[in-house]
């Protein structure tokens, strides 16, 4: 270690105290991998600041000794976008402190909180006021409103609710030099200048550390009813989401569908699951509509007549309606099991793609085939957010293959055949799970020139000397021109 | 003339084409100063380039000249914002040739256009197909997309629909260098790196040149309802706007007010309008309900319900319901012509203003006797958006004075003294009108100078020759740090 290094940790040491800063390897290793186990870094030291305050002096210390930062919510994202690379000369700045919720704002239904506040944290603090923050996930346990916003998160009720750029109403961010940019009053209309805090949504830490955000909330739900159709294609899928979304009005809180491929390895990992229906339908649907206060007296007759006339237009092949919470959690249940029970059946490519929405059924429709021509033995599998043209588009790998030597040769090259694919329906290869240091590489080679030009002036104007999450997103040192 | 300019308008010549390029003084002396007539500047010459590349094309032949470049759309702007300066050197880029409407996509609910289409053909086009585009505003037959995508417009339905930001899904821009940023594809998820498009909402033409949008759309209206409401303070209208949106659902499309002294201004200077309601009230609100097809059934039943609650809950003095649409027509005449009335009364500053809408009631209410009293003989009102905490706050000038004198001297005072009350309770000195060349220094003197530095630090990254509408937002040559 350098007398630099050395000064740099003293000088943090007194400026966070020992709860604030740690290189105890028992503490620190646990966040050096990040959850899926696909990336794993060293760092010089784990800080947890405990306020804004504390963040700013870390960042204007690592500025004057030129310390890259890797900031860290609940290290729960999908792209390895807060683990540090493998050179050790990083900081690894956790929010994991910050969990300060403040007063809900019931008349004007907002809350501000501190980044490090875990989303069911947020969810819970919501409903005691009688209200709903209306964006959730699988890791809602660990997940931070401060990794959620910068990771600009989507999850299962994006087609009702937006993104988390939608919700997010106010911003703190420390910038680069160690100023606090502070936008959390909540006004609705501000037109001084364009939208600064935009920049600190989906940006990854790449430009500053989120700290605190002010974010929306909705009234509370009163009751929901929860559909599970058989359907026979992906375009019969569709065709029933446009049917939705034509006639359940404001009711429509989501709508995913798995190929029956997926369920089968649901009702294989899952005891005591059942498949909802009594035959086989090459796809099936989720749709879950849900009411508040208002529209609940009409909510299942309004679902019912919904179903009817699906069938009547020959848009189902069958369907059941969930008859109590239990059975709507159930159907929930299977659907976020997707994940897990393709892991336990073997190694897999897994891609969060989106395309225009017109455009996924035809997309899945020839692209699945398309890989599994082209690679035998793998399976294609699409499966998730229909009403949002986002699929989860995963690959398992041919029986019997050793998971990372798959991965390193057939698995990339299945990656980027997809990529390929998505590119050229003029989709996204991240949809909502960023870019971090998993796609960081694609994207430059099938991002579009200006676009990724745009991103490094911005870059390259904030974060002068490259240490904000560097190596996530764009590259280290990339050219601005 | 210099020889470069010389070179450099014969070049824009050959480039754009007789149509497309004009010093005729009859044709660009229209231009040359905005709609209120408060600004004047002059120009090298008007291009009207008639595509996205023509406009490219332009841009980097003006980078290789160092020409500005102020771009216009429909001349509305409530700022200076689309006025050249008096120096001559810039040439004045007109989007309105750029008129394109792509089909509208009914299930996507979206529509793809040029930037020089009006706002009221936009509206029609939607309408068409069944749909509606919902952002309205006064200057709805001359507001060009690109013109209020660049001042993020706001208006009488942000309350349910949001402003533009809210409902812009895609954008085409001519970066500074002259390359073409398009995003245009409808994605609804697309985690690539912050959202660059977001740079360009409300930038005022600063960072480049908006060419093409595409937009959100949502259903057609069915019916609606508008109250008249009469009131005895505007904290009693603050009351009325929490029970409507308790209770109103989403049936709720727009909360206005205005003060009794500006509706007798508006009866006075309407012929043939008449007071909705028998008594005075110090205060009154406008209240429209909305419903798709989906609702249109129980609207009026429940605007009744709703208003006969307020009643009971002494919330309202009195109110009305249109019984027709040609009534509702009538009732909003009422508060379109609350500016022009207010203007054929003498002399104003006008100040276009947020706070946190909870603190509007008492920012209103005290900041009007506060600035009367300061300013003897003058008469301070707020009228407009309760709902979105965005209030037009109006000061007459005493009775007698000169105009254009008043304004350059007590005015400014003024002004100055009511942004100071703004930014005092955490507001906006701009609410929805941009900040131009109006407001300029106002920011600069009032604005967070760290928001105000990273608007600088972007401004440099992108425009690093400063050639975009110059000294507009921002002032020219600001130091970066």
Redesign the interface.
């Known amino acids: 270690m350098t007398a630099e290094t050395e000064t740099f940790l003293a000088e943090a040491a007194a400026l966070l105290g020992p709860r604030g800063l740690t290189r105890d390897a028992d503490l620190v290793t646990p966040w050096l991998t990040d959850w899926r186990g696909r990336y794993t870094g060293a760092a010089l030291a784990l800080a947890s600041p405990a306020s804004t305050e504390e963040v700013a002096g870390l960042v204007k210390l690592c500025a004057r000794h030129g310390v890259p930062i890797v900031p860290q919510g609940g290290n729960s994202g999908m792209s390895g976008g807060a683990t540090p690379d493998a050179s050790g000369r990083a900081i690894l700045l956790s929010l994991r402190r910050m969990t300060a919720i403040g007063p809900v704002?019931a008349?004007?239904r907002q809350v501000t909180c501190e980044a490090g506040v875990v989303l069911q944290n947020l969810h819970a603090a919501a409903e005691a006021a009688g209200l709903r923050f209306p964006l959730t996930l699988g890791g809602k346990g660990s997940a931070t409103i401060g990794g959620l916003i910068s990771?600009?998160a989507?999850g299962t009720q994006?087609l009702r609710h937006g993104?988390m750029?939608a919700l997010v109403l106010g911003i703190e961010a420390v910038?680069p030099d160690g100023?606090?940019?502070?936008?959390l009053?909540?006004?609705?209309?501000?037109?001084?200048?364009?939208?600064?805090k935009?920049?600190?949504?989906?940006?990854?830490g790449t430009?500053g550390i989120v700290t605190g955000a002010t974010v929306k909330l909705v009234p509370a739900l009163a009751d929901r009813v929860v559909a599970w159709v058989g359907l026979p294609s992906i375009h019969a899928a569709r065709a029933l989401l446009?049917h939705c979304?034509a006639n359940a009005?404001?009711l429509l809180e989501g709508f995913e569908v798995m190929p029956q491929a997926c369920l089968e390895a649901v009702l294989d990992y899952l005891p005591d699951s059942r498949n909802p229906l009594a035959g086989q339908h090459a796809w099936h649907a989720l749709i879950e509509l849900a009411a508040?206060a208002?529209?609940a007296a009409s909510l299942r007759e309004r679902a019912e007549a919904l179903l009817a006339e699906a069938f009547e237009r020959g848009l189902a092949e069958d369907a059941v309606l969930s008859a109590s919470e239990a059975q709507a959690e159930a159907f929930w249940m299977l659907r976020d099991s997707v994940s897990p029970a393709e892991r336990a059946k073997g190694p897999a490519m897994q891609h969060d793609i989106?395309?225009?929405?017109?455009a996924m059924a035809d997309f899945v429709a020839t692209a699945a085939p398309a890989i599994e021509a082209e690679f035998p033995g793998t399976q294609a599998l699409g499966f998730g957010?229909l009403g949002?043209?986002?699929i989860h588009f995963h690959v398992l790998a041919p029986k019997g293959v050793v998971h990372s030597e798959w991965a390193e040769g057939q698995g990339k090259a299945i990656s980027a055949r997809v990529h390929d694919l998505v590119t050229a329906a003029?989709?996204?290869?991240?949809?909502?799970?960023?870019?971090g240091q998993m796609k960081r590489d694609e994207?430059a080679r099938l991002?579009?020139p200006?676009?990724l030009?745009?991103?490094r002036?911005?870059k390259?104007?904030?974060d002068p000397n490259g240490l904000m999450n560097p190596g996530k997103?764009?590259a280290q040192g990339s050219p601005t021109a």
């Open positions: 704002d008349d004007a990771t600009n989507g994006v993104v750029r910038l100023s606090v940019y502070s936008a009053t909540p006004l609705k209309k501000d037109n001084r200048g364009f939208d600064l935009q920049l600190f949504i989906g940006a990854e430009l446009l979304e009005g404001n508040n208002d529209t989106s395309v225009p929405v017109a957010h949002d043209g986002n003029q989709g996204s290869i991240s949809a909502e799970h960023g870019i994207l991002g579009d200006v676009a030009n745009l991103l002036q911005v390259k104007a904030l997103l764009l």
